[in-house]
């Protein structure tokens, strides 16, 4: 129940970074389910990956290279599948902020007030 709640929600966010950032185009509310379960898999599969292989860098940046590492996924997500539009790598950063945002507001509220045991 909370994995299916969490991923019509994260859909219901990438509809949200559509809406507030005209760099990010999303088709239909379909089309971001896909999107949402694409991200969510290029997060647990790829992301890991990538942090290990660019350690020193994130290092030397204090940790600031994970936007670009974050950037990079949800640009990859928009390169896997057709609902899912990002103009360029500067949108994909703003996007992958504002999802970071939504997602952590998701996070709180499952949590905190639904979950909480």
Do not use: C, H
Request: hydrophobic share 70%; charged share 10%; proline share 3%.
């Amino acid at each position: 129940m909370k994995l299916i709640l969490k991923w019509l929600l994260s859909a219901a966010a990438l509809l949200a970074v559509a809406y507030l950032y005209p760099g990010v185009v999303v088709t239909s509310f379909t089309g971001a389910l896909v999107a949402a379960a694409v991200l969510g898999a290029l997060n647990m599969v790829v992301r890991p990956i990538l942090v290990l292989l660019t350690l020193p860098v994130t290092l030397v940046t204090l940790g600031l290279f994970l936007f670009v590492i974050n950037a990079l996924m949800f640009w990859a997500a928009a390169g896997l599948i057709d609902s899912l539009k990002v103009t360029g790598f500067t949108a994909a950063l703003i996007g992958s902020l504002i999802y970071s945002v939504l997602q952590l507001a998701i996070d709180f509220v499952l949590e905190r007030l639904l979950f909480n045991k």
